[in-house]
């Protein structure tokens, strides 16, 4: 058994120097950006928008409940990652001198992704919210790109976002099942009902705008800026 967790580890320490070796200067200040929860509030706008407009009052116990979400997913990463103390690749003696890493080293411990974790829960009860098959590739599509930035940054080895992706599906699932338990027992939630409003694709279409215009400015903007060294 010890033979097959140092083969596993030293498989992800492998997979994770390789992915982390592909870098630039340009990609550093993307990811960097990318990485960052503030950075994707456009994003979060028209998803809150349509909330509201879908479900009115019951949209403020969504919300609620996506918030719990959030909050337990972080916490709880944070209690595994102080019992576990698994150092992250930027404070591993024997591995940090060929970490890439950009503006900062992190906490100290890296088991497992709080970022993974929390965006893949969001992806996860927004998905069994809306109903929209196109909806689902896009959120996830986000959540796996903020997810690969912790990796890139040199903050996080693979199994950590794996772990992380995996708790967060669970979470965002279990905490959606308790949505339809409160709908079902509770008569103020029974309207609108959760089985009969979705995302509609040109709701979509307004998201996929905002979300494509953010990334392609980001990606302009960032070439201008290195065109003339400012970074």
């Known amino acids: 058994m010890n033979g097959l967790i140092a083969t596993l580890s030293e498989l992800d320490q492998s997979l994770f120097l390789y992915l982390n070796s592909h870098h ?3 990609w550093d200040a993307v990811m960097a950006l990318f990485t960052g929860t503030g950075f994707w509030f456009l994003f979060y706008l028209p998803l809150l928008y349509i909330l509201i407009k879908k479900y009115r009052t019951k949209a403020v116990v969504i919300l609620i409940i996506l918030a719990l979400a959030i909050t337990i997913s972080d916490q709880f990463t944070g209690l595994i990652k102080h019992a576990v103390e698994r150092l992250r690749p930027t404070h591993d003696p024997g591995l940090q001198s060929l970490v890439h890493y950009v503006v900062t ?3 100290q411990y890296s088991f497992f992704s709080s970022h993974a974790s929390n965006t893949f829960t969001v992806a996860v009860f927004t998905s069994l919210l809306f109903k929209n098959a196109n909806y689902n590739l896009v959120i996830l599509a986000w959540a ?3 997810s690969y930035t912790r990796i890139y940054l040199g903050l996080h080895y693979p199994s950590d976002i794996f772990t992380g992706i995996i708790f967060g599906c669970l979470l965002g699932f279990g905490m ?3 949505l339809i338990f409160m709908e079902k027992n ?6 609108p009902k959760l089985s009969e409003t979705g995302m509609e694709n040109r709701e979509l279409r307004y998201v996929i705008t905002i979300l494509l215009s953010m990334v392609v400015m980001t990606l302009l903007i960032v070439n201008r800026l290195q065109h003339y060294n400012f970074i």
């Open 144 to 146: 796996t790109l903020v």
């Open 105 to 107: 080293k992190g906490g």
């Open 176 to 178: 959606f099942r308790l």
């Open 186 to 191: 509770f008569l103020l939630l029974r309207l």
């Open 24 to 26: 630039s200067p340009y």
